[in-house]
């Protein structure tokens, strides 16, 4: 069994240990494979990744849908929970996942917090807006093969998928881009493509080819 107390301690935010809210956060486990809707409509709500990688796919009311991958370590839903909107996230589980659900709308409210927690969660949030601004600078200055590489460099040199349409949007590569991408980084034996899972096969070998693309 997972202690609450525990988690929130490897957290930071052991501070809700001691408020009403404690009985608020929950622990979900979702296997490798799982599909289901784990988080659903709960409105002032928003989840740490606290293990694994999963695929959240958000649904707009004209039919289209966006994905993203989120891994340990990574919030989803605070933009949400702050705004009190209701957002559907239904998740595909890469790896055994572990996710708690936060009450994050009463932790940056007075009746409900303390200063201590409200300055963490700031923190939080800050961090995040600069990871996301990272992110786009990132995508702004590299090509798209450089930052398909860096992109796999992040996940630990290994990347697992459903399809390469799934994956190609993801990082917001053409298909047909991608496709010539990853038959070049095969050919040059700097990655291996197997069902399901592209790895980098010599990580030596990688990093000069990276360098290589700097010059």
Sequence with gaps: MIDKKSILKKMNLEELIDLPLFEEVKVMRVKSG???????????KA??????RVKLTTYFEDGREFFWESSEGEWVGIPDSILGTEVEYDAHAYTDAIVIELPFRKMIEGEYSSPTLLRKVIRIMADMIKKNEEAALIRLGYGDEKYFLKYLE????ILRYKT?????????INMRTFQRILKRLVEKNIVIK???CIEVEDIKRYRSYIEDLSE
């Design 164 to 172: 390469l349409a799934d994956l190609s949007e993801l990082l917001n």
């Design 47 to 52: 989840w740490y990744i606290l293990k694994g």
């Design 194 to 196: 197997k069902r399901g």
């Design 34 to 44: 799982d599909d289901g809707e784990i988080y659903g409509y709960r409105s002032g």
């Design 154 to 157: 992040r996940n630990n040199y």
